[in-house]
């Protein structure tokens, strides 16, 4: 018999949980570069400088957390189909070298991930 193990409960920045199943935390650690950020979920989630809402393939309804670093940008995907249990699925890093000859392309890559119903910011402008 399989052992069942808990989903782990982050915190969003309304107080409210996010659920992060093994199946997806394992699945995204076996990534060396999410692994390498997994340190960083409680601020993006905590406090993130956007919350995007977007239609994906899958999940269907999502959110896409932004934070903003001097070193790129941290995103995080959350299924929202279902509000009472809202579910992160996935992670990842952008990362901006400045000074590099990629930089203004990196800065590009990370704006043009910012689609969809622009639901917080802390940014002005």
Not at 7 to 16: E, P, S, V, Y
Not at 33 to 55: C, I, R, S, T, Y
Not at 93 to 117: S, Y
Request: charged share 25%; hydrophobic share 40%; glycine share 8%.
């Amino acid at each position: 018999r399989q052992k069942q193990v808990m989903d782990k409960i982050l915190t969003n920045h309304f107080g409210g949980p996010l659920y992060l199943s093994r199946e997806v935390f394992e699945r995204c650690i076996a990534d060396k570069a999410k692994l390498g950020v997994v340190n960083m979920l409680d601020d993006l989630f905590q406090q993130p400088d956007e919350v995007w809402q977007l239609e994906l393939d899958e999940p269907r309804y999502a959110g896409r957390y932004v934070k903003f670093y001097s070193t790129g940008a941290m995103f995080g995907i959350v299924d929202i189909a279902d509000p009472t249990k809202l579910q992160i699925v996935d992670w990842y890093f952008m990362a901006v070298n400045e000074g590099h000859p990629d930089a203004k392309a990196q800065a590009e890559a990370i704006d043009a991930q910012r689609t969809g119903q622009l639901n917080h910011t802390k940014l002005r402008g």
